[in-house]
């Protein structure tokens, strides 16, 4: 016997015929209990969306930024939200097992089979709820129908309609003059007609989608079908026309876009550019999202000044291995020659080739691939450099073998392959590309004896090939033992090396010079194929830590003071008739004083007998954030540098004749977060002059603007006291000045005061909305540098985008570019 409720309950089956109509938008329901009706909750002021979290500030110094996330800040409260309840649960698994709660009215069930409510009727259970006027519900066949101003919400999306029908038990509904909300990403729209087909899928007809306010729709899709699929994140819209300012633009058979945040298939952000060297541009890459561990992007372009072409892009994360294969091919170029080069492209195939893979082998052992090729010596100016690209002068090439571990208590690493080069600079001789290693073998150990003393060695082996050049094979092998002996304020860091470098050249080595064949009357320094050199190599590193309290206008800090001293000790050895495959001498920096060697690669070791001192301080805050550090060291030559690059090619000159290198001061200070200033500085105590001056400022600028100066010389150190000829002297300047919440200025500009010309000019303008965003970019820059030109050649270029928020965010292309020239851009 069924025992009588009190009439402000609602029977059993009651309870379970309007607990149905929840499964239009959601899995079925099922009541597992007759619950007390709950008193509606308080209807607050409608919410704001939520937005996703704001990057914080980047730190001042950083060279890289993060991306800023799409920021939908800007919306107003959106209309359909004025009956969203932010109190309701936001978990959806639970649906199955919680109870549902039913107010109404009047319940009229004088029909056994047909249950009718009216009046405020309302249904809630976990994170849904369904609202309407008039609710009929048939226990028979499970249909409902939900009329009158009806409203639903759940986790994930708002729906209003006129008139909601369906069948609980096929999960399925049909809802007129329908309005939706998507919750997760601010999509919304309209539809004359709205269908679920099941629990993830629904489908609308005569619809519209925008990620914009409601009712203030800057752009939005039309389409005589549109299909939502929750599970796979995607929308699929038929027949599609895609609307600005309601002014149609873009038509398309079927045109799909993302309603949640993971990878989608569809078109990305459109591109317009416009380039000197290759005329106006038009990009519209399309991604497919192909499998959850591998993508593609198909990026048709048009070049007027060139024609067609398809770039494309290929990402795979397979077991084991993960890579990237970027292809670029324009048939048949119809561009014109260009004058300055000996390159001829017109009626070419153009393309270019990047391929990048990491393949785990067995054990620690790794295949590591980078492949960069290009079909001329133009390529990269008339294409890659257009705008997003740096100048780049060759391209490199490698595959290795890579392998580490740990064997017993020695720690090891190897490497097996090869590295080549393509001169990708039409003003450059091919004399100037690096030699290929070809191939290349390292194998380094480190064994350590007990808790401060350990052996190892470090060795390398390397064929180098190179046409028109002395060619040959070079074995370098570099043991040591070195201890480690420390304090919690000292330590001491003695280490005996002892280096050999063996050569083996091949060919006839007597008709060539270091940098190439020998010209008529020159002798060739190799009169040896087999020239070795071997030398000891010894060093002790030490220092101390003090520190103390201070204060520093009325902040307290904790003071360092960092005496290092660094021996160096190692014999001279005549170098001359070992070529120059991959060596050359390293600019002077704070580093160089704690270094071995001043040369890069093997095939040059300087002699020393050399004492180098330093002197840092620091202030650090109460919560150990470094505010100022400032160095200030030297070398001192015990002997005289006799170790040099030999041949005219060389900016270094003869023997070291005074007693000291350069003074180095280095001076760091952050004194609040919204200010940073970096100098270097560096004083040449034989000829009196400056070799290195250089600072950089920095300043935040209200909360996402950034403002920086720098200014950079370098003196030739082959001029003599008299020239006093800069190598290098530069000023930079570049800012992101936030005008408004909206809109962003951002500038960057690089002279050369040698050369009296900019090196590189860039100026846009970016706009932020609530569902669109605009960058306008030109920059001006030199693509090639060509002594008998001064700078060589330029170009300018200028690149538009839109990114409509919610389908597709910037492609980059003009970002790479104000990154490389705006510290801290973000």
């Not at 991306?67 to 936001?90: E, H, Q």
């Not at 580490?404 to 392959?417: C, F, I, P, Q, T």
């Not at 060093?539 to 660094?566: C, M, N």
């Not at 003869?654 to 760091?668: A, H, K, M």
Request: proline share 6%; charged share 20%; with cysteine.
């Amino acid at each position: 016997m069924t025992p009588k409720l009190p009439s402000r309950h609602l029977p059993p089956r009651r309870l379970l015929a309007v607990a149905a109509a929840l499964a239009l938008f959601g899995s079925p329901v099922e009541a597992q209990s007759v619950a007390e009706p709950q008193p509606a909750p308080s209807q607050p002021n409608p919410p704001k969306p939520s937005a996703p979290p704001a990057v914080s500030n980047c730190p001042l110094g950083a060279y890289r930024c993060p991306t800023r996330p799409v920021n939908y800040n800007m919306c107003r409260a959106n209309a359909m939200l004025s009956f969203y309840d932010p109190t309701m649960s936001k978990d959806s698994s639970v649906r199955d097992t919680s109870n549902t709660y039913v107010t109404a009215q009047r319940v009229d069930s004088s029909n056994q089979s047909v249950y009718h409510l009216e009046g405020d009727v309302k249904m809630d259970r976990a994170d849904q709820r369904i609202q309407a006027d008039v609710t009929d519900y048939n226990n028979d066949t499970t249909d409902y129908d939900a009329r009158g101003n009806v409203r639903y919400q759940e986790v994930g999306q708002l729906v209003s309609s006129d008139h909601m029908r369906g069948n609980q038990d096929a999960s399925t509904s049909i809802a007129d003059n329908v309005a939706y909300q998507m919750l997760t990403n601010r999509g919304n729209g309209v539809a004359t007609q709205g269908q679920t087909l099941d629990d993830q899928r629904s489908r609308y007809f005569n619809a519209t989608y925008s990620t914009c306010d409601v009712g203030n729709h800057v752009w939005e899709i039309h389409a005589k079908d549109i299909r939502m699929d929750k599970e796979t994140g995607e929308g699929v819209a038929h027949d599609a026309t895609m609307y600005l300012y309601n002014v149609p633009f873009f038509w398309l058979p079927t045109f799909t876009f993302p309603i949640n945040d993971d990878r989608k298939t569809g078109f990305l952000t459109p591109t317009i550019g416009n380039s000197s060297r290759s005329g106006f541009m038009v990009s519209a890459p399309y991604y497919l999202n192909l499998a959850p561990n591998y993508d593609a992007t198909l990026d048709p372009r048009i070049y007027t000044d060139r024609g067609v072409m398809l770039a494309s892009e290929f990402r795979y994360l397979v077991p084991g291995s993960t890579g990237q294969v970027n292809v670029e091919f324009l048939p048949n170029d119809h561009g014109a020659n260009d004058p300055d080069s000996t390159e001829n492209t017109k009626g070419t195939d153009r393309w270019l080739l990047k391929l990048y893979d990491t393949t785990h082998l067995y054990g620690p052992w790794s295949l590591n691939a980078g492949i960069n090729l290009a079909s001329d010596r133009n390529y990269l100016r008339d294409f890659g450099n257009d705008f997003y690209t740096t100048t780049t002068s060759q391209l490199a090439s490698y595959t290795y073998i890579n392998g580490a571990g740990r064997w017993g208590k020695a720690y090891w690493n190897a490497s097996l392959g090869a590295d080549y080069y393509q001169n990708a600079d039409y003003s450059l001789p091919d004399s100037v590309v690096q030699y290929k290693r070809w191939p290349r073998a390292t194998f380094n150990v480190d064994y350590p004896l007990n808790n401060w003393l350990d052996v190892g060695a470090n060795t390398e082996a390397v064929a180098f090939r190179k046409e028109d050049s002395i060619e040959g094979n070079r074995l370098d092998l570099y043991p040591y033992i070195q201890a480690d002996f420390r304090g919690a304020a000292w330590f001491v860091k003695p280490r005996v090396a002892y280096r050999y470098t063996g050569y083996d050249l091949t060919g006839n080595s007597q008709q060539y010079g270091y940098y190439g064949p020998l010209a008529s009357g020159e002798t060739s320094p190799f009169t040896n194929n087999s020239p070795s050199r071997s030398l000891p190599i010894v060093s002790v590193d030490s220092g101390l830590v003090f520190d103390r309290s201070t204060s520093l206008f009325g902040t307290s800090y904790t003071q360092t003071l960092e005496p290092r001293l660094y021996y160096l000790y190692v014999p001279y050895r005549n170098q001359n008739n070992l070529p120059l495959f991959d060596t050359n001498l390293m600019s002077f920096d704070t580093w160089e004083l704690f270094t071995p060697n001043t040369f890069s690669g093997a095939d040059r070791q300087e002699n020393a007998n050399n004492l180098s001192a330093m002197l840092t301080t620091r202030l650090l805050d109460d919560n150990g954030v470094e505010r100022l550090s400032a160095s200030f060291g030297q070398i001192r030559y015990l002997t005289q540098q006799r170790v040099q690059i030999p041949g005219s090619n060389s900016t270094v000159p003869g023997p070291t004749n005074w007693s000291g290198s350069d003074y180095i001061v280095d001076l760091s200070t952050q004194l609040n977060d919204d200010w940073k200033l970096m100098s270097q500085y560096q004083w040449n105590p034989a000829l009196s002059l400056t070799d290195l001056g250089a600072i950089t400022l920095q300043k935040r600028i209200k909360s996402d603007g950034i403002l920086n100066f720098s200014y950079r010389y370098r003196r030739n150190p082959g001029s003599t006291l008299a020239q006093k000829t800069p190598l290098l002297e530069q000023y930079d300047a570049s800012i992101v000045y936030p005008v408004s919440d909206r809109w962003r200025l951002i500038g960057h500009w690089t002279y050369s005061v040698l050369d009296k010309k900019t090196v590189e000019a860039l100026a846009g303008v970016e706009h932020d909305s609530c569902c669109v965003a605009l960058r306008l970019v030109a920059r001006h820059y030199v693509n090639t540098y060509d002594t008998t030109t001064a700078l060589g050649s330029a170009n300018t270029a200028i690149m538009f985008e839109v990114e409509f928020k919610g389908m597709g965010g910037f492609t980059g292309q003009s970002e790479n570019a104000i990154r490389n020239g705006i510290l801290g851009y973000q």
